[in-house]
T-cell receptor, first 113, second 110 residues
Framework: NAGVTQTPKFQVLKTGQSMTLQCAQD?????MSWYRQDPGMGLRLIHY???????DQGEVPNGYNVSRSTTEDFPLRLLSAAPSQTSVYFC????????????FGAGSRLTVL | GQQVMQIPQYQHVQEGEDFTTYCNSS?????IQWYKQRPGGHPVFLIQ?????EVKKQKRLTFQFGEAKKNSSLHITATQTTDVGTYFC??????????FGTGTRLKVLA
């Protein structure tokens, strides 16, 4: 099993450009989520999904869109990148229960110039 | 909204010393989880606590969940260089939002 796969690992954007961070899992997990990690800020929840067709906002959703058309994939879209979105992004998935152990991807480091 | 704070933010210890990190939530938690992130890596699940006052041990690591289910602690006995990393708590409060603490970065000096 590959677990949670994130692409790309590194990306540099210019302000105003758009891009999509990809996340795929092969564990048949219903729950998927995106976090961003900034120094001193810990991991902040951007968006999450409890199943195909269902998404909801986390702590810091502004500037990001998500969709969940399949169980396996949960892409994160930046419509107009800003320097404040420079961060390391982690995708995490879980079975979707009260005891939801999260499995994280390796992360995507995004720099917005 | 729900907030989860951790202290300290950083901790440097000599190898063999003990280490403790504390996690405090603004709301009552359904459960609390602990994760470890090695430098340059991704968070990896360590343990989950569900019951009020619960204590669990993993070798040199002891995890506690407070009686009010609003705080938790991780204690490492006799730290080793392999314990280096950032330790995060994560709590869920009635929803599927898993809110992470700010993390405690541990450095162990040999």
């Amino acid at each position: 099993n590959a677990g949670v796969t994130q692409t790309p690992k590194f990306q540099v954007l210019k302000t105003g450009q758009s891009m999509t961070l990809q996340c795929a899992q092969d564990m048949n997990h219903e729950y998927m989520s995106w976090y961003r990690q900034d120094p001193g800020m810990g991991l902040r929840l951007i968006h999450y999904s409890v199943g195909a067709g269902i998404t909801d906002q986390g702590e810091v959703p502004n500037g990001y869109n998500v969709s969940r058309s399949t169980t396996e994939d949960f892409p994160l879209r930046l419509l107009s990148a800003a320097p404040s979105q420079t961060s390391v992004y982690f995708c995490a998935s879980g079975i979707n229960s009260g005891a939801n152990v999260l499995t994280f991807g390796a992360g995507s480091r995004l720099t917005v110039l | 909204g729900q907030q989860v704070m951790q202290i300290p933010q950083y901790q440097h210890v000599q190898e063999g010393e003990d280490f403790t990190t504390y996690c405090n939530s603004s709301t009552t938690l359904s459960n609390i989880q602990w994760y470890k992130q090695r430098p340059g890596g991704h968070p990896v699940f360590l343990i989950q606590l569900v019951k009020s006052g619960e204590v669990k041990k993993q070798k040199r690591l002891t995890f506690q969940f407070g009686e009010a289910k609003k705080n938790s602690s991780l204690h490492i006995t006799a730290t080793q260089t392999t314990d280096v990393g950032t330790y995060f708590c994560a709590g869920r409060s009635g929803t599927y939002k898993y809110i992470f603490g700010t993390g405690t970065r541990l450095k162990v000096l040999a």
